[in-house]
């Protein structure tokens, strides 16, 4: 089993960690582990840019989500936390409250029924 973490550092900025049990890690923009891991990442080589905003990102993981998960995702059964740098420097983590996931969820359907994935 492998680790998805998220950090932080001088030189690439705001990256999503992956680790493996060998030891092996690397940093990415956008990835995703698990069954459907080739997929999801195919996803985010498509759709994410450098200059996808927060809230597109956002919008863009519950959309791999909703593709590729053997259930159906629902606010209530996620949590998404977002990484910024903070006004005095440092770096600084806010995990979404229920209502900012709905809110997210909301967008993220009325995104997929723009595109006609519904």
């Known amino acids: 089993m492998g680790y998805l973490f998220a950090g932080y550092d001088r030189h690439f900025g705001f990256q999503v960690y992956v680790s493996d049990p060998s ?6 923009k956008a990835t995703a582990m698990g069954k459907n891991k080739q997929t999801a990442t195919d996803m985010f080589k498509t759709e ?3 200059t996808t905003t927060v809230s597109e990102a956002l919008t863009l993981s519950v959309a791999v989500l909703a593709k590729l998960m053997d259930i159906t995702p629902t606010a209530d059964r996620m949590e998404f936390f977002v990484m910024r740098m903070g006004d005095d420097g440092e770096v600084a983590q806010h ?12 967008r993220a359907e009325a995104a997929a029924a723009t595109k006609g994935d519904t």
């Not at 995990?95 to 909301?106: D, P």
């Open 23 to 28: 030891g092996n890690y690397g940093g990415w």
């Open 48 to 50: 994410y840019t450098e």
């Open 95 to 106: 995990v979404l409250t229920a209502a900012e996931v709905a809110t997210l969820f909301t």
